[in-house]
C-alpha cells in the first residue's frame, strides 16, 4: 500500500513539472532596459516596449522593510503609484506611453530621485 502511494506521489511530481519562479520572477518589467537612474538609497529602472513604459524601484541593500515608492506618470495622464513599506523593491508599476513622454520618480527611506521629461 505505501509503494503505491509513493509510486502515485513521483507520478504527480514528474507530470506537474518543477516549482517554478518566485515572487520575485512576478514582479519584473518586461521590455528592454532604457534607463537606470541611482540615488544614494536605491536605484530606479525603466523599462519600455513599443507602447508601455514600466518603472520599479530597488533598494541598494535589501533588508527590513522600510518607505519605498516609485511613480510614472505619462505626459497628459495619470501617475501610476506603488508605495509602502517593502524590503526590496517597490512596484513595478505600468503606463501605456506610445509616443508619449514620461517622468518618473522614486524613493527610498524618504531619499529619492526625480528624472524630467524623458523617453519622448
Not at 513599443?50 to 511613480?71: F, I, T
Not at 524613493?107 to 526625480?114: E, L, W
Request: aromatic fraction near 4%.
Amino acid at each position: 500500500m505505501c509503494l503505491l502511494g509513493l509510486v502515485l506521489a513521483v507520478g504527480a511530481l514528474v507530470l506537474a513539472g518543477p516549482v517554478s519562479g518566485s515572487a520575485d520572477a512576478a514582479s519584473v518589467c518586461t521590455g528592454r532596459p532604457t534607463r537606470t537612474v541611482g540615488f544614494v538609497t536605491g536605484e530606479l529602472r525603466l523599462f519600455r516596449t513599443r507602447h508601455y513604459v514600466c518603472a520599479l524601484v530597488v533598494a541598494k541593500g535589501p533588508g527590513a522593510p522600510r518607505p519605498m515608492s516609485v511613480s510614472l506618470q505619462p505626459r497628459g495622464g495619470r501617475a501610476a503609484v506603488s508605495s509602502g513599506r517593502f524590503s526590496r523593491q517597490a512596484g513595478p508599476v505600468t503606463v501605456h506611453a506610445l509616443n508619449r513622454c514620461v517622468r518618473a520618480s522614486a524613493a527610498v527611506s524618504g531619499r529619492g530621485t526625480t528624472t524630467g521629461w524623458i523617453l519622448c
